[in-house]
């Protein structure tokens, strides 16, 4: 199993989680780890739209500008990556496990360069193995 995470301000984070599930069927598990709030739970994406994410990202890293976000097939989960003026990276998001349900998680996280930098390559990694 491939755990791919992004180290956040204040212990923060966010994880996937890409198994051989992730690489036969499109599922895989993510965790949002967020002040005093955690959660874990399915998400769904194909190969070519995590492949297509990283090289969003790869390209906001390098520009240092613009935004890249970030839906799953069910649309349980929506991020926005972007960058704010102090040159940190933005993460916003939204994750709802049933639709059925008004639970969800809404959150917003900072990192900086190099971890962001650090999660692309790990993202790269797993995609390739």
């Given at each position: 199993?491939?755990?791919?995470?992004?180290?956040?301000?204040?212990?923060?984070?966010?994880?996937?989680?890409?198994?051989?599930?992730?690489?036969?069927?499109?599922?895989?598990?993510?965790?949002?780890?967020?002040?005093?709030?955690?959660?874990?739970?399915?998400?769904?994406?194909?190969?070519?739209?995590?492949?297509?994410?990283?090289?969003?990202?790869?390209?906001l890293y390098k520009n240092m500008k613009g935004k890249v976000v970030l839906i799953d097939s069910e649309c349980n989960l929506d991020i926005t990556f972007s960058l704010n003026r102090r040159g940190y990276v933005l993460v916003?998001?939204?994750?709802?496990?049933?639709?059925?349900?008004?639970?969800?998680?809404?959150?917003?996280?900072?990192?900086?360069?190099?971890?962001?930098?650090?999660?692309?390559?790990?993202?790269?990694?797993?995609?390739?193995?």
């Amino acid at each position: 199993m491939n755990e791919i995470k992004l180290i956040c301000e204040n212990r923060e984070y966010l994880g996937f989680f890409l198994d051989n599930d992730f690489f036969e069927y499109g599922e895989s598990q993510i965790e949002i780890k967020v002040s005093n709030y955690f959660v874990r739970g399915q998400v769904w994406f194909s190969f070519g739209e995590l492949k297509q994410f990283t090289k969003e990202m790869e390209q906001l890293y390098k520009n240092m500008k613009g935004k890249v976000v970030l839906i799953d097939s069910e649309c349980n989960l929506d991020i926005t990556f972007s960058l704010n003026r102090r040159g940190y990276v933005l993460v916003k998001g939204r994750y709802q496990e049933n639709h059925a349900r008004e639970n969800k998680l809404i959150f917003e996280m900072e990192t900086t360069q190099p971890s962001f930098n650090e999660w692309i390559s790990a993202f790269n990694n797993a995609l390739a193995e």
